[in-house]
C-alpha cells in the first residue's frame, strides 16, 4: 500500500498565503478619505494612539457607538497588523473580501489600480455604501 505524506504548514504562517500583502503598504490618510467618503463618522479618540470612526449610519449597542479603529500614525512598528485588522473589520462591515476593500482604497487614492497599474487621475473611485 502507498504511503502520502502532506506538507506541514507552520501556524504561524498559515493565513500568510491567504493575506492580501498590499494592506501593510496603505496609507494613512487615503484610509481616511475611504471611510469618510463611506459615510464613516470620526468620533473623539477613547484609547491613545487611535482614530475611532464609527459605523454608519451610526450604528450603536448598548448605547455606545459601534466602531472601527485606525492607528493614528504610520510609525507604529505594528502598522502593519493594526491595518490588516481594520480592513479584516471594513471587510466584515461590507460583505466582501479584504482585497476588493482595499483595492478600493488604493484606487480612490489614486495609487493603483487592482492590477497594479497606475490609475488616471480624475476617474471617479468605485466605492462600495453598504
Known amino acids: 500500500m502507498t504511503s502520502y505524506v502532506r506538507r506541514s504548514i507552520d501556524p504561524r504562517d498559515q493565513y500568510r498565503r491567504w493575506i492580501d500583502p498590499r ?24 484609547r491613545p494612539g487611535m482614530l475611532a470612526f464609527q459605523e454608519p449610519p451610526g450604528e450603536s449597542m448598548n448605547g455606545r ?15 502593519a497588523m493594526l491595518m490588516f ?11 466582501r473580501t479584504a482585497s476588493e476593500v482595499i483595492d478600493d482604497i488604493l484606487r480612490q487614492s489614486g495609487r493603483e489600480s487592482p492590477a497594479g497599474t497606475a490609475v488616471r ?3 471617479p473611485a468605485e466605492i462600495a455604501s453598504r
Do not use: M
Open 121 to 123: 487621475p480624475g476617474r
Open 23 to 46: 494592506h501593510s503598504s496603505l496609507r494613512l490618510a487615503d484610509v481616511v478619505t475611504y471611510l469618510q467618503r463611506c459615510g464613516w463618522k470620526s468620533l473623539p479618540p477613547d
Open 65 to 79: 457607538p459601534v466602531c472601527q479603529f485606525v492607528p493614528d500614525s504610520e510609525d507604529y512598528d505594528n502598522y
Open 85 to 95: 485588522e481594520l480592513i479584516t473589520g471594513l471587510a466584515e462591515f461590507e460583505d
